[in-house]
């Protein structure tokens, strides 16, 4: 078995995604020990049973100590807090990076609060499941998966490939790309179907009690699949909404001029317009099965 | 083996949902014989090739002919042009049925057309997947489904529980409603959600090239569910939002309402606006789990 990769590898917040990395790099033999830092008490108990990690920490600055790769994977509203309390104890040549779902702001929150002498590399895995917390974490979440790696200019290439072999140990294909680039496209990708998934279960809430509980019923004919979107962790979203915020907005715009297009051909019965559009998304999905992420 | 429930089933419209009933009534022995009928040329042939009835027709007159059960099988818009060819060939005390998923517009479009010695109990069985044609059909398609039917007022009840003793014995369970209770329930649960999927698939191809190739490539992180909802058949969609407008807007509106009230929290950086709706829409994930219809 050759070596791991890092010697001390330092996970901060234990949920899904913590909790898979942890589980890789384990399984994979990335990093000879873990350290696993959550301010839940209730996260840390569940990932000291599950035995994630080697050491476990209520505060994330001991935990950071002496890390060589330290992963933020808390909502990224709790950035700043996490960056203010380790920046002091982060070892000289250390990476430092994260799995936000928004990089822009994260470049711009996270990055003046850290050391020169870190390595600074943001990352977002494009994997998930509507589950939260330690337990539903596997190690495989990541297999065929893209990694997405949002350097700063002048950093490291060193260290960026360290960072990328560690994802690729984790089974990842590792992409590297521009922030502002990476948050247009999760804007419409991810970020603007979960609003909308969001959207409409909270709009069948509603509805008086007794269509409720048809819907509920009935929910195999489209909207369940919407359902389990809209199960996601509700704080994480919450942060991703306002930290990529302009995109959102801007995919918002577009679905919302679509829709209305789409709303005025089912008034005035423009048969013709809808079958012309069915048909050209079909082709996407078609694309999608092609590249072999359906 | 008990006796077949029908003596001749004719199946009108061989795709997805046609050839699944095909498959289910041969394999729970439903049936003596099943004529089928479709205008494609090619359907028919792979219908035939597939052995999926005993014999096969390019008019719907021809099977619809000493049937006992009849059940249209093709998009809505096509249902007046069936009713008008197959009506004065139906056997005395028939059944006819369809699977249309808008009630409303079949009972109007449709129910004139017939001879009042048959009897005509519309129904909808909550089941589907995004594939097309007669090779996509399988037995178990409806199992542990929902079969909804809505007889209007005055139909035999002998006929309405031969009928669903039919769909019980496809393995759904049969649930009976009024057409115009159905046609919204469906609106919020069925056809909303696909009118959103399509809407927004259709949204990201109309992103410049560089950006749509990003699409496809991480489709996983949300987009991916989207895609599979809008590859769903082209006409059979045109025909359901053209034959339940009045619900599809009306739930479209209370759609927008929410959207925009979400879009301006977004905006102005309302997180616990955010954040209370995404946990409320979480709870309702957790009933569809409760109601076994994840």
Redo the contacts between chains.
Sequence with gaps: MNAPLFEKLCIIGIGLIGSSIARGARQHNLAKTIAIADSSAEALKDAAALQLGDSFHAQAAEAARDADLIIICVPI?AYAEVGQAIAPHLKPGAILSDVG?VKQAVVRDLGPLLPDHVHFIPGHP???T?HSGPKSGFAELFAG??Q?LTPLPGTDEGAVEKLAAFWRGLGSNV?VMEPSHHD???A????????????????????EDS?QR???????????????????N??M???I??NN?EA??E??G???E??TA??RA??W?E?EK??D??????A?????ID?K??
Excluded: C, N
Excluded at 188 to 198: F, N, Q, R, V
Excluded at 221 to 232: E, K, L, V, W, Y
Excluded at 284 to 288: A, D, E, L, M, P
């Design positions: 509203g779902s494009v994997a998930g509507e998966r893209w997405i992409e247009q496209v999760l419409i990708t991810s970020h603007l179907p979960h609003l909308i998934a969001y959207t409409i279960v909270g709009t069948a809430t509603g509805l269509t048809e819907v509920i019923k009935f929910s195999a004919s489209g909207f369940r699949d919407f359902t389990r979107i809209a199960a996601s509700p704080i979203w919450r942060d909404f306002l915020r959102v907005l995919m918002l577009r679905f919302s679509d829709l789409l709303q089912i008034r019965g048969g809808l079958e559009w069915f048909t050209r998304t079909r996407v999905r078609r694309s999608i590249a992420q359906a």
